[in-house]
């Protein structure tokens, strides 16, 4: 019997990018990282979850449940702590959420965008995602045997290109059925949407009936400038909201949500969304539901307050990577730089343009020879975009860590230059 690797899903790179982010600095161990979008270790606070679980007893005790069957017993599918997240929505974001059975609570964002993606699509229509993207998405839309469709980053954000590449798609017989899209700072470029390119987004939804998946994970984290409306508070009838606590609480209690679209004449999704949650994982821990709740009873459902130190600790890194980049690179003769970068305005990334091809190899031999992990951007890309692009992450560095590693980059960018 031959022992080759079979040729299956499982080969496809696109699988390996979350593995890889996760694994790549355990296997460097003396290198010092800028590659994953964690939060940063000092936001982890292990005491957040007594102080949440306290709270969310004490809220339990004046309803009479039994909390003994809230927190011990298989739970409801969509969750036990759907109208306090619908309170939040609402607080924070003006999101009016009807129903609140239109919320599920998830095991993350990636449970999220499973359980959205299940409900859409069933045997035909096309994924469009910008490109490069987080590979959350393209990844889980893989193994579902989805059919997606990268977008050049740029035709993404322009909405008269994005309109052209879904009426070509029809013209081949081709219907969009989803649009992925993280209106705020994305990952992995930092790119935002504007508010018009939202709402223009949203129009060409309702003509050509599409819906969007947004992704708000970063949505926290804006260091300057006035909030944008998320697309779910524009027009709830055609988003998905993608919820995630991984970056405004932390990761480890695996806690998001997806809201459903609601308005009149709506299809109501949140059926749907349960029965694939119900043979995926049953129902999210309720230990961490809990948690949650009362984290966001205790900040009187908002999660700005929580998140405003976390905001400007992050402010801080962005503007000491920004101010590292500058000395690293300075302007030539010709006021042009070999190296250059965007500024973004929030999010955990800065996206760096070298002028040579930067790859998975390149990631290993600068990891290696350098100390320095960064990770490769056209790793997160379906297509040869972004070939020559670097995200470099500030968000679970110190300040002097990114001293460190950006003057090791240096180093590195030199050596290629040679
Ligand atoms: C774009 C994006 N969405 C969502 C998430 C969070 O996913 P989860 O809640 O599954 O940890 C991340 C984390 O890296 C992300 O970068």
Same mark, same amino acid.
């Given at each position: ?148 469709? $990268? ?31 993280? $209106? ?7 790119? #935002? ?77 949140? $059926? ?40 400007? #600790? ?65 790793? +997160? ?27 090791? +980059? ?9």
């Amino acid at each position: 019997m031959s022992s080759a690797v079979e040729n299956t899903i499982f080969e496809d790179p696109t699988l390996n990018v979350i593995h890889l982010l996760n694994s790549i600095a355990q296997e460097n161990p003396q290198a010092l990282s800028l590659a994953s979008g964690r939060p940063d270790d000092e936001h982890c606070d292990p005491a957040l979850i007594d102080l949440g679980l306290a709270r969310y007893r004490q809220h339990i005790a004046n309803t009479g449940h039994s909390l003994e069957t809230l927190l011990c017993q298989y739970g409801k599918t969509s969750g036990i702590i759907n109208e306090i997240i619908a309170t939040h929505l609402q607080m924070d974001e003006e999101v009016h959420v009807c129903n609140p059975e239109s919320v599920v609570v998830c095991m993350g964002f990636q449970e999220a965008c499973t359980l959205a993606l299940l409900s859409i699509f069933e045997g035909s229509g096309v994924l469009l995602v910008p490109d490069p993207v987080f590979c959350g998405i393209t990844g889980i839309a893989k193994l579902l045997g989805i059919k997606t469709v $990268p977008v050049p980053m740029a035709d993404f954000l322009d909405p008269v290109a994005l309109r052209k590449i879904i009426e070509a798609l029809e013209s081949k017989g081709e219907k969009t059925r989803a649009v992925y899209a993280i $209106p705020d700072f994305s990952n992995p470029t930092a790119d #935002s949407l504007s508010y018009h390119d939202r709402k223009t987004m949203l129009s060409l939804a309702h003509e050509k009936n599409f819906f969007i998946l947004e992704d708000t994970a970063y949505r926290y984290f804006r260091y300057e400038g006035e909030d944008i409306a998320s697309m779910k508070a524009i027009d709830s009838s055609r988003v998905f909201l993608l919820g995630s606590f991984a970056k405004s609480i932390f990761p480890g209690l695996r806690m998001g949500y997806v809201v459903a679209p609601e308005g009149t004449g709506v299809m109501p999704f949140g $059926p749907r969304l349960c029965k694939a949650k119900s043979l995926i994982t049953v129902n999210t821990p309720a230990l961490c539901q809990a948690v949650v709740a009362g984290l966001l009873l205790e900040n009187h459902y908002s999660l700005k307050g929580l998140n405003q130190p976390r905001a400007l #600790s992050y402010a801080k890194k962005r503007n000491h990577m920004l101010e590292c980049l500058e000395r690293a690179f300075p302007l030539g003769a010709d006021a042009r730089r070999a190296v250059n970068w965007n500024q973004p305005a929030g999010g955990f990334f800065i996206n760096v343009q070298l002028p040579f091809v930067f790859g998975y190899c390149e990631m290993r031999e600068c990891a290696e020879q350098f100390k320095v992990i960064v990770f490769p951007t056209t790793l +997160f890309s379906l297509t040869n975009e972004a070939a020559g692009q670097v995200r470099l992450s500030f968000s679970n560095a110190t300040t002097s860590q990114i001293t460190q590693a950006i003057d090791s +980059f240096r180093r590195y960018v030199e050596f290629r230059l040679q």
